[in-house]
């Protein structure tokens, strides 16, 4: 499918942590400089495998011949992000990760957010809300993450430690949902940027009032960060390079 347009806002790499246009869209062979061609046709005539610098400057590429406005990182971790450094001609604009109070406390995660502040890359924060979601697959093993004091094995009910406190927040700020409070919670601790998603209109506007309440408390976001470190959770472990 071609989108028509004459350029793209932002492209991310995005995978795990190769780089790719992003998900979904089926190519149309007769489209004139499809930019999703070139990259892929790029991709296809480099030796394998490809290095992630090698990846980025095709990237890079993209953004000299303003097919690309801003190009982007997706699950990279701070080793990459350090390997790409030493020959970027363009830095990233954002770098999407899995940020929640769940996987926050994760020094790979710091480790992260920290190299990304080193570089004004901005972090863009997926899977936020994960904390009130059933989870998405089986916790695989890990022997980065950090322990768990709350079992998570044991019905995910049981499991989502973050709720009450939550609740009780959103209470005490007349009205704000649990949505909303922990939205605000990562937006004010990662000062980047939220990509959430539904299919539901009434949840957009409860996304978007966010923003109306005044910013959380100091002591609000350290409490939720204090029980988000209870249980470690990703919903796309797999993602963490
Ligand atoms: N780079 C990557 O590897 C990567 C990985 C994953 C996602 N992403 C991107 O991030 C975007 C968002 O990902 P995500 O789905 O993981 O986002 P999310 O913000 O964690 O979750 C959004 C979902 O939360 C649900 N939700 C909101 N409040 C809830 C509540 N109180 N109780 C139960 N469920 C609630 C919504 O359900 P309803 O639909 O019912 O409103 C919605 O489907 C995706 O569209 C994708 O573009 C990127």
Redesign the pocket.
Known sequence: MSLGLPQIQLN?G???PALAFG?GGKRDPTAQNDPRQALLDALQEDTQPYSLQAAWSIMENLKQEGLRKDIGL??FGASDIATLSQSWTFVPAMN???L?PHCAHDPRTSAIVDICAKHHITPMA?????P??TPREHFPDDPGAPQSTCPISSGFEEGQPLRPLLHRIGSQRGGM???QV?LAWTWQVFRGC???????RW?MG?YLRTFDHAPLTQEELDSISKVGETKYYR??PR?LA
């Open positions: 991310s995005h995978s795990i998900t997706s699950n999407q990760i899995e929640s997926y899977s936020s809300l994960s009130l979601r949902t649990e949505t922990l939220i990509v959430t998603t539904t299919d539901k949840r409860e919903r796309y993602a």
